[in-house]
């Protein structure tokens, strides 16, 4: 689409190249994905205009991260519309009840700091409202990514989200860290800080929240790609998968995903164990689906 949104793919990386992690895997992402994540921002604003789309846009937002993380190809405009679109009401019910939730917490937390040291039941209410907080906080890194990327129920992504906590822990707390120096950072240099929190704030701590995020998901949800070593799921929804396979035809039903985009498909395999396999979709944007359990009742789910 001309200046803003080009309809070429990006660059890419070398077939052979062994998948990049951590600190490594975030300035690769800085590096090649510098003037997309500004992109991504100003799309972000712009859904964010009627105040109600803000967690359809937020969600929208991590799908374009959480496929940066990925090393996926993406197209900015079309994945980020089609996830605000699709999403719109799982994010926006999952994103007011967060919002809530969060606004309660830090209530409390300002409440009972008020009255430290003048009753002893405060002295437990204060870390009890804190720890709430913190909980919270924790449970958003990984709800809207898991919203975004994968096609289950509202309320078993919120379970997930809930159990994967203790399991990122050190993860989350790490990027609780780079958020706050960054907005520390931001609030001190202010204004000169000005244009670049305006430019780069909102997708870039988007994405360090992913970046710490998106390894549990990817084991516990998702399941484990050809790079890692095999892992069975152990949330709600996961299971054994193989990132990149294709699923075979078999019941003629299809999904729809975008250009170049990577489709999570939900599948009852032999066993009776649910997987979710990353099937890479082709140019026309049509993906066959199909129940691999050997009754042919199993149950397909395609987000797309």
């Known amino acids: 689409m001309g200046l803003f949104f080009s309809s070429k793919p990006g660059p890419g990386i070398k077939k052979d190249a062994p998948p990049a992690k951590g600190l490594r895997l975030f300035f690769q992402i800085i590096f090649r994905e510098f003037f997309a994540l500004i992109k991504v921002n100003f799309l972000f604003y712009a ?3 009627p105040i109600v789309t803000i967690p359809a846009a937020y969600c929208a937002m991590t799908r374009i991260t959480v496929t940066m993380v990925r090393d996926e190809p993406y197209f900015l405009w079309t994945n980020f519309w089609q996830t605000f679109r699709r999403e719109f009401v799982k994010a926006t019910v999952a994103g007011f009840f967060y919002l809530a939730g969060i606004a309660l917490a830090v209530t409390a937390v300002m409440y009972y700091r008020q009255f430290l040291g003048s009753d002893d039941m405060v002295w437990l209410m204060f870390p009890v409202s804190l720890a709430c907080a913190a909980t919270l906080v924790f449970f958003g890194y990984s709800l809207f990514p898991m ?3 994968i ?3 509202l309320g078993a992504i919120i379970k997930n989200a809930f159990l ?3 399991l990122s822990f050190f ?5 609780t860290v780079i958020c706050a120096v960054l907005l520390a950072l931001g609030y001190v240099f202010n204004p000169t800080s000005f244009f670049v929190i305006i430019l780069l704030y909102p997708s870039l701590l988007n994405l360090i929240t992913v970046l710490c995020a998106y390894p ?4 516990y949800i998702i399941g484990s790609d050809p790079h890692d070593d095999d892992g069975e799921g152990e949330v709600e929804g996961a299971g054994e998968a193989t990132v990149a396979d294709v699923v075979a035809v078999a019941d003629g039903e299809t999904g729809e995903a975008a250009v170049g985009d990577v489709v999570t498909v939900a599948v009852a395999v ?4 649910e ?3 990353a099937v890479a979709d082709d140019y026309e944007g049509e993906v066959a689906v199909a129940d691999s359990d050997s009754d042919g009742d199993g149950d397909v789910g395609a987000s797309v």
Not at 270 to 273: L, T
């Open 147 to 149: 919203i975004a990327l």
């Open 216 to 219: 549990s998901i990817k084991k």
């Open 275 to 277: 997987a979710a396999v």
């Open 151 to 153: 096609d289950l129920p």
């Open 171 to 175: 993860r989350y707390i790490l990027a």
């Open 164 to 166: 994967l906590i203790p």
């Open 47 to 49: 859904f964010c205009i």
């Open 270 to 273: 032999g066993d009776g164990r």
